[in-house]
């Protein structure tokens, strides 16, 4: 059995796995654009722990208890979408990471999505498979993992356009690679969006916590403690 499908805390007992997960030596300074971490929630405002006033509106979700921190609970029909200034935020013609730390309660479902059928990005489960899908004027580029997610696990997922405008896709900090995608040429229609349904896919039935978008790809070796810090791994001295 691989490792992301076993529970979250015994996968990623090893902090080496990491040598793979994002980046390289191009893309050593990641910019936090949005942090959903829920800490300091009021009602259906959530605030933007990355300093950049990206507050989020949450609808058709709950907070709740999550994996060492507060989660956000959907049942198919909410989102976390990102409001307010937020309308500036821009992924065009760079390379970004985007992810969650999640647990699946189906196998099908939308992790984070902006944009439409023609421009965008989709982090997503399909049949309980992994997967990160970049559209492009209309051409779809999308990677997947192998295999698919248990459900009622943790997992942290993130699906990234490096600084060549590869595709990449990493489950519990294994990476998959993808093909070359190149950059958004265009604004996506639309915000930033945790949990909600779209281009087709349904919405998320789960908890997802910890929901950021970085410009730029993490380096393993210049970002390890932001990254294991994102993951919650388990020898990582989180809270």
Same mark, same amino acid.
């Given at each position: 059995?691989?490792?992301?499908?076993?529970?979250?805390?015994?996968?990623?007992?090893?902090?080496?796995?990491?040598?793979?997960?994002?980046?390289?030596?191009?893309?050593?300074?990641?910019?936090?654009?949005?942090?959903?971490? =829920?800490?300091?929630?009021?009602?259906?405002?959530?605030?933007?722990?990355? /300093? $950049?006033?990206?507050?989020?509106? =949450?609808?058709?979700?709950?907070?709740?208890?999550?994996?060492?921190?507060?989660?956000?609970?959907?049942?198919?029909?909410?989102?976390?979408?990102?409001?307010?200034?937020?309308?500036?935020?821009?992924?065009?013609?760079?390379?970004?990471?985007?992810?969650?730390?999640?647990?699946?309660?189906?196998?099908? /479902?939308?992790?984070?999505?902006?944009?439409?059928?023609?421009?965008?990005?989709?982090?997503?489960? $399909?049949?309980?498979?992994?997967?990160?899908?970049?559209?492009?004027?209309?051409?779809?580029?999308?990677?997947?993992?192998?295999?698919?997610?248990?459900?009622?696990?943790?997992?942290?997922?993130?699906?990234?356009?490096?600084?060549?405008?590869? =595709?990449?896709?990493?489950?519990?900090?294994?990476?998959?690679?993808?093909?070359?995608?190149?950059?958004?040429?265009?604004?996506?229609?639309?915000?930033?969006?945790?949990?909600?349904?779209?281009?087709?896919?349904?919405?998320?039935?789960?908890?997802?916590?910890?929901?950021?978008?970085?410009?730029?790809?993490?380096?393993?070796?210049?970002?390890?403690?932001?990254?294991?810090?994102?993951?919650?791994?388990?020898?990582?001295?989180?809270?």
């Amino acid at each position: 059995m691989r490792l992301s499908a076993i529970p979250f805390a015994t996968a990623l007992t090893l902090a080496s796995s990491f040598c793979s997960l994002v980046g390289g030596a191009e893309d050593a300074k990641p910019e936090l654009v949005v942090h959903y971490d =829920l800490f300091l929630s009021q009602g259906s405002r959530i605030d933007d722990a990355s /300093g $950049r006033k990206h507050e989020g509106t =949450l609808s058709g979700g709950s907070i709740v208890a999550g994996r060492r921190r507060s989660a956000v609970e959907f049942d198919g029909g909410g989102r976390l979408e990102a409001s307010g200034q937020a309308l500036a935020l821009d992924p065009v013609g760079t390379p970004l990471t985007v992810g969650a730390v999640c647990l699946p309660r189906k196998a099908d /479902g939308v992790i984070a999505a902006m944009g439409d059928d023609r421009d965008g990005f989709t982090l997503y489960l $399909r049949s309980g498979v992994p997967h990160f899908a970049v559209r492009i004027g209309g051409r779809v580029s999308d990677v997947a993992d192998a295999e698919p997610l248990a459900l009622n696990l943790w997992y942290h997922l993130t699906g990234s356009i490096d600084a060549k405008g590869s =595709l990449r896709l990493t489950v519990n900090g294994n990476a998959t690679e993808g093909p070359h995608a190149g950059f958004l040429t265009r604004r996506p229609v639309g915000n930033l969006s945790f949990g909600g349904e779209s281009a087709g896919l349904p919405g998320w039935t789960g908890r997802l916590q910890e929901m950021r978008l970085y410009r730029g790809t993490l380096d393993p070796k210049a970002n390890a403690d932001e990254l294991k810090d994102w993951a919650s791994l388990s020898d990582c001295g989180c809270k």
